[in-house]
């Protein structure tokens, strides 16, 4: 698998017209944008994914439906639908994409990665089964469907119950706020 050339952008999130690879965005802190896709279920579901035991951030923990770094020359929204199609085997089209917001995520590891992100976030509903989902084993460890009220719970507990990224905290408040108001 070759590795992802992607797009580098400012502090602030403006283009720069310049491109380095994943490795090189990570070792040396380039800001860089990603995609993610919240999946909703019209009777008050959310999708989670468990992030593969192979990552090298986070491994097993409960996340995001879809996430992932968006490609040189690649916009946003087409970022998201390929990540889509990658990671659960789903298709869907800009339509069914619902802009939440742009959330900045700046961090750095005990394994040397530093990674600035903007987070591009979207919410899509979902319109098949779970077992119609396909993994990307790479990528995701597993998928389940959790209710607005069994989110709200484990994110509660998140510094503690090992369920959630618990420094997203805030973001992950702001995703399900944006998806209940949605889905009514």
């Known amino acids: 698998m070759t590795e992802e050339c992607i797009d580098i952008v400012t502090q602030t999130g403006e283009a720069t017209g310049k491109t380095a690879l994943k490795s090189e965005i990570h070792s040396q802190g380039l800001y860089h944008n990603t995609a993610h896709i919240w999946f909703y279920t019209k009777d008050g579901y959310i999708l989670l994914q468990q992030r593969a035991a192979s990552k090298a951030i986070y491994p097993l923990l409960w996340d995001v439906s879809v996430s992932g770094h968006v490609d040189a020359g690649e916009s946003i929204t087409n970022g998201g639908i390929r990540e889509t199609q990658e990671e659960i085997g789903l298709k869907i089209t800009t339509s069914d994409l619902h802009k939440i917001g742009v959330f900045d995520c700046f961090k750095s590891y005990n394994n040397g990665i530093i ?17 119609e ?21 484990l994110l509660k507990h ?3 119950n090992g369920h959630f990224v618990a420094s997203n905290y805030r973001y992950y408040l702001k995703v399900l706020k944006s998806i209940e108001q949605r889905s009514n």
């Open 115 to 131: 990674d600035n992100e903007f987070h591009h976030t979207f919410m899509a509903e979902l319109k098949v089964p779970l077992s």
């Open 133 to 153: 989902l396909v993994p990307q084993v790479e990528e995701v460890e597993a998928l389940k469907l959790v209710t607005f009220e069994a989110f709200k719970v």
């Open 158 to 160: 998140s510094t503690t």
